[in-house]
């Protein structure tokens, strides 16, 4: 499956480091759902390079519309984090088109059957976590 990962990155994270910590968290979320044999997405990855190169003006312009784009090309989605109204507009989406929205990396692994292996077939179950 294609999973997003959803959560705050601007917003309540004034300084640089701030939302750096919260980039961490995202992509250690990602991390963990590559692991479990699925792609991970997140909408600030795919937009952040590309407002880094068209001026920070163009933050508002090119962010929230990017990440809820890529919601159409995702099957499920991650929210995870504290408060975030671009988060939860992703979340949001993900649940009008009949689409799951977990909140934890253990609700979205109970949610999962038999995760893929990185070439796309069924690996059988290895255990309990």
């Given at each position: 499956?294609?999973?997003?990962?959803?959560?705050?990155?601007?917003?309540?994270?004034?300084?640089?480091?701030?939302r750096a910590a919260n980039l961490?968290?995202?992509?250690?979320?990602?991390a963990e759902i590559f692991e479990?044999?699925?792609?991970?997405?997140?909408?600030?990855?795919?937009?952040?390079?590309?407002?880094?190169?068209?001026?920070?003006?163009?933050?508002?312009?090119?962010?929230?519309?990017?990440s809820l784009s890529l919601v159409?090309?995702?099957?499920?989605?991650?929210?995870?984090?504290?408060?975030?109204?671009?988060?939860?507009?992703?979340?949001?989406?993900?649940?009008?088109?009949?689409?799951?929205?977990?909140?934890?990396?253990?609700?979205?692994?109970?949610?999962?059957?038999?995760?893929?292996?990185?070439?796309?077939?069924?690996?059988?179950?290895?255990?309990?976590?």
């Amino acid at each position: 499956m294609w999973i997003m990962v959803a959560g705050p990155y601007s917003y309540g994270a004034p300084a640089p480091e701030d939302r750096a910590a919260n980039l961490r968290a995202l992509n250690r979320a990602a991390a963990e759902i590559f692991e479990m044999g699925h792609i991970p997405l997140i909408g600030v990855n795919m937009a952040l390079p590309m407002i880094e190169a068209a001026g920070a003006d163009t933050y508002e312009k090119i962010m929230m519309p990017l990440s809820l784009s890529l919601v159409e090309r995702c099957d499920a989605c991650l929210r995870i984090g504290g408060a975030s109204p671009g988060a939860d507009e992703e979340a949001e989406r993900f649940r009008s088109l009949g689409c799951p929205v977990f909140y934890s990396l253990a609700e979205l692994r109970a949610a999962i059957d038999l995760p893929l292996s990185r070439t796309g077939e069924r690996r059988e179950a290895e255990g309990k976590d």
